[in-house]
T-cell receptor, first 112, second 112 residues
């Protein structure tokens, strides 16, 4: 398996634009996590899914953020409209039950 | 929610020196994970601890979980420049779902 795949690796967008981040988890994994990493706040859990169902979205900062998992092999994190303070590295991770989580390489988002 | 405190926030050591990074939880840890991250890259799994008093080693890195399962330490013996990076502890909260959250990380610099 190629591991957790995130796209794009880098995204630069203007304030107010819609941004969509994509994640393909490892095949067979039943948990998927979205994290945001900044220098100030570290690695924050935004939302996680179990069997494609959102379990806890208490980390999603605002209504501008939304996440979906239409099937077991794909998830998206959308920001609409984007703001400069959303600039961060966004990570997706997947795991099989209560085992270790594998992380993607991240998407570096810059909102100007 | 579970809060994980890591200390120190940053650490600079001379090559060959030993060092310890600590991770403390406000609640009992049901699973404790140590990851390493190079700047701008994804997280790489190091070790997982689940039982009170458990200790695991890999090459020059040893991780321990205390008997009360609220504190973990990561010890590096005879540090090398290749050990440099950000070390993050992550933990799973109790209950029926696998909510994996992280401390803010410890930035390790090893000077040759």
């Amino acid at each position: 398996d190629a591991g957790v795949i995130q796209s794009p690796r880098h995204e630069v967008t203007e304030m107010g634009q819609e941004v969509t981040l994509r994640c393909k988890p490892i095949s067979g994994h039943d948990y998927l996590f979205w994290y945001r990493q900044t220098m100030m706040r570290g690695l924050e859990l935004l939302i996680y899914f179990n069997n494609n169902v959102p379990i806890d979205d208490s980390g999603m900062p605002e209504d501008r953020f939304s996440a979906k998992m239409p099937n077991a092999s794909f998830s998206t994190l959308k920001i609409q409209p984007s703001e400069p303070r959303d600039s961060a590295v966004y990570f997706c991770a997947s795991s099989l039950g209560y085992t270790l989580a594998f992380f993607g390489q991240g998407t570096r988002l810059t909102v100007v | 929610s579970q809060e994980l405190e890591q200390s120190p926030q940053s650490l600079i050591v001379q090559e060959g020196k030993n060092l310890t990074i600590n991770c403390t939880s406000s609640k009992t840890l049901y699973g404790l994970y140590w990851y390493k991250q190079k700047y701008g890259e994804g997280l790489i799994f190091l070790m997982m601890l689940q039982k009170g008093g458990e200790e695991k080693s890999h090459e020059k890195i040893t991780a321990k979980l205390d008997e009360k399962k609220q504190q973990s330490s990561l010890h590096i013996t005879a540090s090398q420049p290749s050990h440099a990076g950000i070390y993050l502890c992550g933990a799973v909260s109790g209950g029926s779902n696998y909510k994996l959250t992280f401390g803010k990380g410890t930035l390790l610099t090893v000077n040759p």
